[in-house]
């Protein structure tokens, strides 16, 4: 078990930074930590502290729920995970015979079972080794099962010990402003970085759209910009007068919509099916013109995203930059030329 207490706290997905400057606030010598699925903060502090009776009594603003945290184990994505899991909750000690338990999990990442089968299977499984009793609707202990990937969080705490408080922030910005800024700073830094230049002649194609940050800043300095995405383009793009909006997937784009002098791809698919879309659309794209995707992190396993998306690419493009942009712990952008 460990020396110090755990905690893993909920907050709202991109306020992890107010967050944690909030759980400091609350506990000065607290050490907080964003895991990499957002809107989860792993907080430890000495034993002396305790978040859960904290934040019941203080006013917070960021924090939703809070779980006590005993051990934190790895595990893998197959279903003997659910018995290693067990092994090591037995091992905590903290359920006792005849008290009623409830497993509540909540899996993120890929695996072979799913959150409701770490309930049932962990659920009898207990019954059986501690001989406590599983009591949906009235349990007295809580069993914390919280899976990142190859990690389990685990813990065992009272009903009572598990905090939900209310979030009272959930958006940075007014409805439609958020993404479109922040979209147009990537772009911005995108050009930035990998020196791309933009003539003024310049036919555009801008796979995912929408809501159209980057079509925004490319229909400024390029010829015309098509936009491809089945989602709608935020009016003030929609109505730009060099901006065409296909309404459809990349997949579905015509093959005679015309010659390119640049694609960019900020598509939220996974990287290999991105990266085929490229590929299959790279006849759209004249000889040496340049072309810009980001490989979104749909998984931890980073270096195996870029690796697989570069080696579809390599098909028909050359001349590859992979940079990760700053801002973006979620995703990486590859510049490349058409071969
Ligand atoms: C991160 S957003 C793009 C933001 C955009 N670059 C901007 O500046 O506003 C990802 C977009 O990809 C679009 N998308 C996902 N799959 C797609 C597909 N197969 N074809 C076209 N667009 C797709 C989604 O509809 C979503 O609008």
């Known amino acids: 078990m460990s020396s110090k207490n755990m905690y893993l706290v909920t907050v709202p997905a991109g306020f992890e930074a107010e967050a944690k400057e909030e759980i400091k606030r609350l506990m000065p010598n607290a050490y907080a930590r964003s895991m990499f699925f957002k809107g989860n903060i792993l907080v430890e502090c000495p034993r002396s502290v305790d978040l859960t009776s904290i934040a019941k009594t203080k006013e917070t603003t960021y924090i939703g729920k809070i779980f006590p945290i005993d051990k934190i184990v790895k595990i893998s994505k197959s279903r003997e995970s659910i018995a290693y899991i067990h092994d090591e909750i037995v091992q905590l000690d903290k359920l006792q015979k005849g008290e009623r338990f409830v497993v509540r ?202 690796a697989e998306a570069l080696e579809i690419l390599k098909a028909e493009y050359k001349d590859f930059k992979v940079k990760r942009l700053p801002h973006n712990r979620y995703e990486t952008t590859v510049f490349m030329r058409k071969a």
């Not at 309930?119 to 949906?136: H, T």
């Not at 801008?206 to 809501?211: E, R």
């Not at 491809?228 to 060099?242: F, H, I, M, Q, R």
């Not at 072309?291 to 270096?303: D, E, G, P, S, Y």
């Open 105 to 306: 999990c909540r899996r993120r990442g890929k695996h072979e079972f799913t959150s409701r089968d770490v309930e049932r299977e962990l659920g009898s499984m207990l019954e059986e080794s501690c001989g406590a009793l599983a009591d949906l609707r009235d349990p007295q202990k809580i069993v914390i099962v919280q899976i990142f990937q190859n990690q389990a969080l685990i813990g065992i705490a009272e009903a009572s010990d598990i905090v939900e408080k209310k979030i009272k922030v959930f958006k940075k910005y007014k409805h439609g402003e958020r993404p479109l800024t922040r979209a147009e700073h990537k772009i911005r830094e995108a050009i930035k970085i990998f020196g791309l230049e933009i003539k003024r002649d310049f036919m555009v194609l801008d796979l995912g759209a929408a809501p159209g940050g980057w079509t925004k800043v490319l229909a400024s300095l390029a010829g015309k910009v098509v936009a491809v995405d089945p989602a709608d383009l935020d009016s003030s793009v929609e109505s730009l007068p060099n901006v065409t909006h296909l309404k459809c997937k990349a997949e579905e784009i015509p093959k005679d919509i015309g010659r390119f002098d640049l694609i960019v791809n900020d598509m939220n698919l996974d990287p290999a099916k991105s990266a085929k879309i490229m590929v299959n659309l790279a006849g759209l794209l004249k000889k040496g013109a340049p072309a810009l995707m980001t490989i979104k992190f749909v998984t931890r396993n980073r270096k195996k995203h870029i």
